[in-house]
């Protein structure tokens, strides 16, 4: 099996897990790890999950009295990525974001807006990873112009000058 797919059933198979002990706060760290997939690879799929995830982690902590079931959709996600049938395996993503936006009228609202945030906050992910962000936003699928507005409202830590001033030292010296 290819090792991106690998990691991507590890994921699938963790959230999985979350989901069923509804544990929704650990979704959006497990949506965190599929970034790294993303940069990596590039990866459609990856992108698409890390999404999805994030989106169901929100979504589900928000109607925690409605039971959603994408329990099922998730199972048939992860043969989908065992057996390699990519069009499966996007399509059961695409029932689970169905499920979602059916989950009530209330919620529907909530669900687009977070799904919108999910897109627009993994591609900051994507884009401190190093993506330029004509790329990133092709992958996440927004616009540049969302993208750069989010990008322009996040401030970034820089390295302070003795963190800066180590790495550099590190890098000069030569260990015998």
Sequence with gaps: MDPRHD?????????????????????????????????????????????????????????????LSVDIELDKAIVAVEREKHSQYEKELRHIMQVLRKADNKVNMYTQEALDRARVKKGYKLHTHGLSVARTAKLVGVSQWELQGYLGKTVQEEPQKRDRLAIARKLFTQRR
């Design 7 to 67: 990691d991507l059933l590890k994921v699938l198979k963790r959230a999985a897990r979350a989901l069923k002990a509804k544990d929704y706060a650990s979704l959006s760290a497990i949506s965190n790890q599929v970034v790294h997939n993303a940069i990596l690879f590039q990866d459609n799929h990856a992108v698409h999950t890390a999404i999805v995830l994030y989106a169901l982690g929100k979504i589900a902590a928000q109607s925690k009295d409605k039971q």
